[in-house]
């Protein structure tokens, strides 16, 4: 068997479609001749238009620049928070009060509520 040989396929040559790209390829003179022959057509339609878009491309290119976030990290870390969970009768409040007598040096007699307990420089119990 012979292998055939296929027809390479030709552009087109003429007729408004080769001619529209012949005047693509020619580059941006075609675009100044229309503004020349037709001025109206690229003319300010609506200047408070053109002012909206104006301001909205002026917005998008401010938004896009990197503004530096501020540090909002505080100088002393969060406290400690503990959390005493489980079923009845196991010794939630007896260790609760343990850990008040030893922090505080007081005695606590009934616990209702969240407590809380600030130890450093000032030793002190809220409940």
Sequence with gaps: MEAKEHKRHQKKQSGPQAEKKKRRKQ???TEKDERKRNPKAFAVQSA???ARTFHRAQD???KKHHIPLV???PL???PVVVVVVGPPKVGK???IRCLIKNFTR???SDICGPITIVSGNWVGAKH
């Design 76 to 78: 002393e870390p969060p």
């Design 48 to 50: 408070v238009r053109m």
């Design 60 to 62: 998008i290119k401010a």
């Design 106 to 108: 007081q005695k606590l």
């Design 27 to 29: 580059g941006a003179e």
């Design 71 to 73: 540090d909002r990290t």
């Design 93 to 95: 409040s007896t260790l």
